[in-house]
Nanobody
């Protein structure tokens, strides 16, 4: 599975961005996809995840109510709509795919494919 992320950029606080992550290759083997982010000097943290078949969604507390993860199975693409962005959302955002069924959707180790990161910068 190959993942291609896009959609990052610079936005003012309170603004919105939409990230996309297109999957290719053996997409039929995917159970779910997720977004993680890493700010300078900080550890990678979970943002949101979605199951590929049932569409269940999961969010970090820090983004609940502001971010929405969705998927388009026909396009093998997952989206992250980010609204009401805050400076603390600034980070490199990476998408990931997992080919195993797990309850631990918020842990990086659950994912075996990763896309390149895309920078999101929120100015105050």
């Amino acid at each position: 599975v190959q993942l291609q992320a896009s959609g990052g950029g610079l936005v003012q606080a309170g603004g919105s961005l939409r990230l996309s992550c297109a999957a290719s290759g053996r997409t039929s083997s995917m159970y779910g996809m997720g977004w993680f982010r890493q700010a300078p000097g900080k550890e990678r943290e979970f943002v949101a995840a979605i199951s590929w078949r049932g569409g269940s969604t999961y969010y970090a507390d820090s983004v609940k109510g502001r971010f929405t993860i969705s998927r388009d199975n026909a396009k093998n693409t997952v989206y992250l709509q980010m609204n009401s962005l805050k400076p603390e959302d600034t980070a490199v955002y990476s998408c990931a795919a997992r080919t195993t069924r797990t309850e631990a959707v918020g842990t990086p180790i659950a994912y075996n494919y990763w896309g390149q990161g895309t920078q999101v910068t929120v100015s105050s």
